[in-house]
């Protein structure tokens, strides 16, 4: 599931960048932001994908640039030096900074252009990204912090029962949480959700049968299903990887 973050401090214009990303995809996780502390909070706390930020946060601040300097602080992060950022402006002439300075992936002027939004904001989910391998997720059970790299957990099977996480280094049984949580806290690109009930690592795929629903999983003799509401978006994930 990709995530994307909007930052605006226009209530209408929030709204409107939220219906044209939601008419690319009704399952694109978007996340708003009003201010700059919040977009840093929301950028720590969730993997973003795409970035979309109004330069001008404050208008009432004569000069203000806010968007600009998030843009500059979230660059220092290694896990954001890539992710796509597309300015949302209504400044005359951005391009030269905006695209040699901050690695800008595009920008969209004021009053939107609804065709070209769609158009960069696609483009922009489907730039490829690259992320560490070795990035930590945390589980905690009975009070216990347990830490697990991407690369060990093979895939999540939830039920109502609990949560069941299958990896290189055993199984690890927690409670229940929605697959939309769970990926969430995950925060990584590696994972896609093929059912209700399991959430995989892309890097463990052995095999896919599309005929039969079923994904063989390396170093795991059993198969997970592919749910039929899912498998259609599935394979579209699994093919853009």
């Known amino acids: 599931m990709k995530t994307v973050l909007i930052i605006e401090d226009n209530a209408r214009s929030m709204e409107m960048l ?30 973003i994908d795409v970035f979309l930020v109004d330069i001008i946060l404050d208008p009432c601040n004569q000069g203000d640039v806010s968007g600009v300097r998030f843009a500059d602080n979230i660059r220092e992060l290694k896990r954001y030096a890539y992710t796509p950022i597309i300015f949302v402006t209504s400044l005359e002439d951005p391009k030269l900074y905006a695209y040699s300075d901050l690695r800008c992936f595009q920008y969209i002027e004021k009053p939107y252009n609804v065709e070209r939004v769609s158009r960069v904001v696609r483009d922009a ?22 830490r697990k790299s991407v690369s060990e957990i093979i895939y999540i099977e939830n039920t109502r029962r609990g949560r069941v996480v299958h990896g290189t280094d055993g199984d690890m049984e927690l409670s229940y949480k929605p697959c939309k949580e769970i990926l969430e806290e995950l925060q990584s690109d590696k994972f896609i959700q093929c059912s209700r009930y399991a959430v995989i690592n ?10 039969n629903r079923f994904i063989k999983l390396k170093g795991r003799k059993e198969q997970v299903e592919i749910g039929i509401v899912f498998k259609k978006r599935f394979m579209r994930d699994v093919r853009n990887d």
């Not at 009704?26 to 708003?32: P, S």
């Not at 989910?125 to 347990?146: A, C, D, T, W």
């Not at 892309?202 to 005929?211: A, L, Q, S, Y």
């Open 125 to 146: 989910l489907h730039m490829p990204i690259m992320r560490e391998s070795n990035q930590n997720v945390y589980f905690r059970k009975e009070g216990v912090l347990y």
């Open 202 to 211: 892309k890097d463990f795929i052995e095999r896919i049968d599309e005929v």
């Open 18 to 47: 939220i219906r044209i990303i939601k008419d690319i995809d009704e399952d694109i996780n978007v996340k708003c932001a009003s201010d700059i502390n919040m977009a840093y909070k929301l950028s720590i706390e969730n993997l």
